[in-house]
């Protein structure tokens, strides 16, 4: 059994900072990539930013200069620090990894998702 717990999420204004965590237990081999989606009313999931265990990163055109993923290897968790947020960034974000849970054995698992809504 893995699980990922993700952390965060809320209400903030226009222009504030958020950070979300998530947090990967239970039958662990190796993390590989990780990353955060989100999801609006009504649309798809769309990938926000991944981060390989190299420290390789990845993000979507809408967050470059203002989202920062990162990693601690250590503690199996992902962060997302979202700064100069907008309305548009409104969603539920869910953490996503690519898990091992032996040496040829590898999935991908999903957070239950958190809550940010940009308002004021």
């Known amino acids: 059994q893995v699980q990922l717990v993700e952390s965060g999420g809320g209400l903030v204004q226009p222009g504030g900072s958020l950070r979300l965590a998530c947090a990967a237990s239970?039958?662990?081999?190796?993390?590989?990539?990780m990353g955060w989606y989100l999801q609006a009313p009504g649309k798809q999931r769309e990938l926000v930013a991944t981060i390989t265990p190299g420290g390789g990163t990845y993000y979507a055109n809408s967050v470059k200069g203002r989202f920062t993923i990162s990693r601690d290897n250590a503690k199996n968790t992902v962060y997302l620090q979202m700064n100069n947020l907008k309305p548009e960034d409104t969603a539920v974000y869910y953490c996503n990894a690519e898990i091992m849970t032996n040496w040829r054995t590898s999935s991908d698992y999903w957070g239950q998702g958190t809550q940010v809504t940009v308002s004021s």
């Open positions: 239970g039958n662990i081999f190796r993390v590989r990539t």
